[in-house]
């Protein structure tokens, strides 16, 4: 089970952190994934962290996908936020440790947490 929180109203340029806190199992070796889908949109991939770390073009340079094994949780940090981030923030797992970009790789999805980005 996962359970995305921390979105909210932010104002442009913001730097919110949301968090995944993961229970049930341990997805310490296992790749996790934030995605989002804006309204009228597809949900879209934007970061993924395994042994490695992927981003979306959109993304890169402003997120920061990480985790803590520890806690069985991983996070993103939202820098330099534009309205177009607006979107509902899904966290996602998988049992595969490669790191993997496609929503139909991921198992287990979080609730989602709506971000919301004034301009």
């Known amino acids: 089970q996962l359970q995305a929180s921390g979105g909210g109203l932010v104002q442009a340029g913001g730097s919110p952190r949301l968090s995944c806190a993961a229970s049930?199992?341990?997805?310490?070796?296992?790749?996790m994934a934030w995605f989002r889908q804006a309204p009228g949109k597809e949900r879209e991939f934007v970061a993924s962290i395994s042994w490695l770390t992927s981003y979306a073009d959109s993304v890169k340079g402003r997120f920061t996908i990480s985790k803590d094994n520890a806690k069985n949780m991983f996070y993103l940090q939202m820098n330099s936020l534009k309205p177009e981030d607006t979107a509902v923030y899904y966290c996602?797992?998988?049992?595969?440790?490669?790191?993997?970009?496609?929503?139909?790789?991921?198992?287990?999805w979080g609730q989602g947490t709506l971000v919301t980005v004034s301009s």
């Open positions: 996602a797992a998988t049992l595969s440790s490669r790191v993997l970009v496609a929503a139909a790789e991921y198992a287990y």
């Open positions: 049930g199992r341990t997805f310490s070796t296992y790749a």
